[in-house]
Nanobody
Framework: QVQLVESGGGLVQAGGSLRLSCAAS????????MGWFRQDPRKEREFVAA????????YYKDSVKGRFTISRDNAKIMMYLQMNSLEPEDTAVYYC?????????????????WGQGTQVTVSS
């Protein structure tokens, strides 16, 4: 069992930065590939970034490549998403999740543990 809690969201102007954190509980955190997803109320939940259990492999949605960086600290049982050069289109609720099913890292269906989400709002 893994419990996840996000923090770090807020209101920022376009071009600004935010760092999201995901605190996990549970000794099996290190076993999971972890991901960040986001959801605008008008859209389906979409993949943003993922990171392997070791942290060596990372994956990104095309529109955030070069702007967002995912990382994890297994010793602290934490995951992060550094977001730079934010755009109004990045406005959404951001969720961290742990992948529990085999398959694509980009499919929300393959993630069995989710946090409650943190709101990110980017003003133009």
């Amino acid at each position: 069992q893994v419990q996840l809690v996000e923090s770090g969201g807020g209101l920022v102007q376009a071009g600004g930065s935010l760092r999201l954190s995901c605190a996990a509980s549970g000794r099996t955190f290190n076993n999971y590939r972890m991901g960040w997803f986001r959801q605008d109320p008008r859209k389906e939940r979409e993949f943003v970034a993922a990171i392997s259990w070791s942290g060596e492999d990372t994956y990104y949605k095309d529109s955030v490549k070069g702007r967002f960086t995912i990382s994890r600290d297994n010793a602290k049982i934490m995951m992060y998403l550094q977001m730079n050069s934010l755009e109004p289109e990045d406005t959404a609720v951001y969720y961290c999740a742990a992948q529990t099913r085999a398959g694509s890292y980009g499919s929300a269906y393959n993630y069995g543990y989710w946090g409650q989400g943190t709101q990110v709002t980017v003003s133009s």
